[in-house]
Nanobody, 124 residues
Framework: QVQLVESGGGLVQAGGSLSLSCAASGRTFSSHAMGWFRQAPGKEREFVAA????????DYADYVKGRFTISRNNAKMTVYLRMNSLKPEDTDVYYC?????????????????WGQGNQVTVSS
């Protein structure tokens, strides 16, 4: 069982940066690949980034590649998303999620545990 709590969202101007954190509880955090997703009202949730248990491998959606960085600290049981060069179209509620195994997958159906979501708003 993994419980996830996100923090760090907020309002930023286009071109700015924000960092999101996702703190986990439960003894199995280091056994889970972790992902970040985002969702706007009335739209489907979409994949942003994922990282394996060790942190050595990552995957990014094309629309954030080169701007966002996912990382994790297993000792602190926390996964991070650093977002640079933010655009208004990055405005969404961002969710962290834990995948059942150690695979980098983009489909949200494979993620069994979800945080509560954190709003990121980018003004133009």
């Amino acid at each position: 069982q993994v419980q996830l709590v996100e923090s760090g969202g907020g309002l930023v101007q286009a071109g700015g940066s924000l960092s999101l954190s996702c703190a986990a509880s439960g003894r199995t955090f280091s056994s889970h690949a972790m992902g970040w997703f985002r969702q706007a009202p009335g739209k489907e949730r979409e994949f942003v980034a994922a990282i394996t248990c060790s942190g050595r491998s990552t995957d990014y959606a094309d629309y954030v590649k080169g701007r966002f960085t996912i990382s994790r600290n297993n000792a602190k049981m926390t996964v991070y998303l650093r977002m640079n060069s933010l655009k208004p179209e990055d405005t969404d509620v961002y969710y962290c999620a834990a995948e059942a195994t150690n695979r980098l997958v983009q489909a949200d159906a494979w993620y069994g545990y979800w945080g509560q979501g954190n709003q990121v708003t980018v003004s133009s």
